[in-house]
C-alpha cells in the first residue's frame, strides 16, 4: 500500500514538474498597422501584457493614443502562441513601400519589427507568416468587443 502511495505521489509531482506558466511576460507589447502614403499618415493597434489595447494614429512619430478597452486573456494567449508557432522572431523582412504594414513584439527584453508592404486584403491563410500574423491582429481588434478599463 505505501508503494502504492508513493508512486502515486511521483507520478503527480512529475507529471506536474513538466508543466510551464503560460503567464504573459510583463514587458509584453505588440503593435501593429499600416500607413504612409502621400499624406505620410499611420493608423495601428497597440497590447500590452495585461490585455489592454490602443488604438493610435499620427504622423511619423507624433502618435495620438487612445485606450479602447481590455483584450480577455484567453484572446491575448491566442495572439502569442500565434507569434511563436508562425515564427515571427525568425522573419527578416524590411521592406517599407508607399503603403507599409508593421508589427512591433516586445518580450523578454527584446523587440522584433518586421515591416512589408501592405496587400489589398490581408489574410490568416496567406503563404507569408508576417501576413498571416498581420491579419489575426486586425482580426482579434475587429473581433473583441471593447471592455471598459
Not at 487612445?66 to 515571427?88: A, C, D, M, N, Y
Amino acid at each position: 500500500m505505501k508503494k502504492n502511495f508513493l508512486l502515486f505521489i511521483l507520478c503527480c509531482v512529475g507529471g506536474f514538474a513538466g508543466c510551464k506558466s503560460q503567464k504573459i511576460p510583463t514587458d509584453f507589447a505588440l503593435s501593429f498597422g499600416a500607413g504612409g502614403g502621400f499624406a505620410g499618415r499611420w493608423n495601428g493597434y497597440a497590447i500590452d501584457h495585461l490585455g489592454n489595447f490602443y488604438e493610435w494614429q499620427g504622423l511619423g512619430s507624433q502618435k495620438q493614443t487612445v485606450l479602447l478597452g481590455i483584450l480577455p486573456q484567453k484572446e491575448l494567449q491566442t495572439l502569442r502562441k500565434s507569434f511563436q508557432k508562425w515564427g515571427f522572431e525568425a522573419l527578416t523582412q524590411d521592406e517599407p513601400a508607399n503603403m507599409t504594414a508593421q508589427i512591433t513584439l516586445t518580450q523578454a527584453g527584446k523587440t522584433h519589427t518586421v515591416r512589408f508592404p501592405i496587400p489589398n486584403a490581408p489574410t490568416t491563410s496567406d503563404q507569408d507568416p508576417a501576413i498571416r500574423l498581420y491579419a489575426l491582429c486586425m482580426q482579434t481588434i475587429r473581433n473583441v468587443s471593447p471592455q471598459t478599463p
